[in-house]
């Protein structure tokens, strides 16, 4: 009954390649989110979703990009990856009778070698 | 812009004792004010909001947060630290109201509770 599911929990890549990251709420919420939490737990927002619209998008490089097949999903497909792209990536989800409330997946430890 | 500062890396108390984790917050129009804690290798856990109404907010595992208005801040609270309490908490800011936008965490304190 896991209500923010993320896989792969850990991710090790080397530089240059091509990775998706995939998010699942079953939470029935509407918008998404996807977070990066970096070496010194930083958080930081990336992009979030709202009935497969994109809402926000933060000052990311454009080889990170979200997809959102329905409105249960939001995945993040990372192109041409790079040392600094190592970091934990979270997604989360709220929906619109607590907006507020953000539900956070386990994260998604992604290591660029 | 809106931003958050945690001015304390860690914070140590005593099992027992009351705890403050301190937030202050900066937004250009009405604040949305909230705490997530983290345990090691997990996500983060939304543990109580301010929109409105009462300055004092409870929330989950008997913490607290009281809203100042004036100090832009808004601390945690608990008046008995467990050692199940130690992890790392997040203050976190949102001008919008709307939920859509995503929030401004801060750099997260440590809290140490020893037994």
Request: proline share 5%; net charge neutral.
């Amino acid at each position: 009954d896991t209500a923010v599911s993320q896989t792969p929990k850990y991710l090790v890549t080397q530089m240059g390649n091509d990775k998706s990251i995939k998010c699942e709420q079953n939470l029935g919420h509407d918008t998404m989110y996807w977070y990066k939490q970096d070496s010194k737990k930083f958080l930081k927002i990336m992009f979030s979703y709202n009935n497969k619209e994109l809402i926000i998008n933060e000052t990311v490089p454009n080889r990170f990009s979200p997809k959102s097949p329905d409105k249960a999903h939001l995945n993040l497909h990372i192109n041409s990856l790079e040392l600094g792209d190592s970091a934990v990536y979270f997604c989360a989800s709220s929906g619109t009778a607590h907006p507020y409330e953000q539900y956070f997946g386990p994260g998604t430890r992604l290591t660029v070698t | 812009a809106q931003s958050v500062a945690q001015p304390e890396d860690q914070v140590n108390v005593a099992e027992g004792n009351p705890l403050t984790v301190k937030c202050t917050y900066s937004v250009s129009g009405n604040p949305y004010l909230f705490w997530y804690v983290q345990y090691p290798n997990r996500g983060l856990q939304f543990l109580l909001k301010y929109i409105t109404g009462d300055n004092l907010v409870k929330g989950s595992y008997g913490f607290e947060a009281e809203f100042n208005k004036s100090q832009t801040s808004f601390h945690l609270k608990k008046p008995s630290a467990l050692v199940s309490d130690s992890a790392l908490y997040f203050c976190a800011v949102s001008d919008s109201g709307g939920g859509a936008d995503g929030l401004t965490f801060g750099k997260g304190t440590h809290l140490i509770i020893q037994p």
